[in-house]
T-cell receptor, first 113, second 113 residues
Framework: DAKTTQPNSMESNEEEPVHLPCNHSTISGTDYIHWYRQLPSQGPEYVIHGLTSNVNNRMASLAIAEDRKSSTLILHRATLRDAAVYYCILRDYYTGANSKLTFGKGITLSVRP | DVKVTQSSRYLVKRTGEKVFLECVQDMDHENMFWYRQDPGLGLRLIYFSYDVKMKEKGDIPEGYSVSREKKERFSLILESASTNQTSMYLC????????????FGNGTRLTVT
């Protein structure tokens, strides 16, 4: 299974942009890149996903490297509510029995007021 | 909105008991997952299912079994609970497609004494 690697933690100042990196050097051509975040005492929630092109939604932007071996989740203006653990995972287009999804430890984002 | 409901938020069981953790989703999703989450270890996949009566082992299946008799319900079974199974258990569901996000429940915190 393709794996992702992320730094353990990052810090940011409130109202500044945050760039959260993820490496996935063994990504296959059919893997989607998904990002989730987990707030304290809650289950993870979906943030964004992409395949090849950069993606934007109301929560964040996803920048995908041209070779797809890395991606970056961008929070345009961090708020205190964005302090969470952020997970980057790969999900194969062909699911079914290939649906095994490994999350790992994620990045713990701290936001300073 | 998709709803993934885990039957208990907190559960306390004794060593050797048989424990059932229930998860129900209301969106006709094919895929369902069980993870456990421990400090410093992130989310680890125990089992997943991509269809009724279909199940696949995740990364840490030892000591656990699962049941998926109906599409909406995925049960995690601890045949003989042990103290090292004290953990937060998270259930998730998804459409069976690589571009589809996972939807998580809020977790069951199990303590085995």
């Amino acid at each position: 299974d393709a794996k992702t690697t992320q730094p353990n933690s990052m810090e940011s100042n409130e109202e500044e942009p945050v760039h959260l990196p993820c490496n996935h050097s063994t990504i296959s051509g059919t893997d989607y890149i998904h990002w989730y975040r987990q707030l304290p005492s809650q289950g993870p929630e979906y943030v964004i996903h992409g395949l090849t092109s950069n993606v934007n939604n109301r929560m964040a932007s996803l920048a995908i490297a041209e070779d797809r071996k890395s991606s970056t989740l961008i929070l345009h203006r961090a708020t205190l509510r964005d302090a969470a653990v952020y997970y980057c995972i790969l999900r194969d287009y062909y699911t079914g029995a290939n649906s095994k999804l490994t999350f790992g430890k994620g990045i713990t984002l701290s936001v300073r007021p | 909105d998709v709803k993934v409901t885990q039957s208990s938020r907190y559960l306390v069981k004794r060593t050797g008991e048989k424990v059932f953790l229930e998860c129900v989703q209301d969106m006709d999703h094919e895929n369902m997952f069980w993870y456990r989450q421990d400090p410093g270890l992130g989310l680890r996949l125990i089992y997943f299912s991509y269809d009724v009566k279909m199940k696949e082992k995740g990364d840490i299946p030892e000591g656990y079994s699962v049941s998926r008799e109906k599409k909406e319900r995925f049960s995690l079974i601890l045949e003989s609970a042990s103290t090292n199974q004290t953990s937060m258990y998270l259930c998730a569901s998804s459409i069976d497609r690589g571009s589809s996000p996972l939807h998580f429940g809020n977790g069951t915190r199990l303590t085995v004494t």
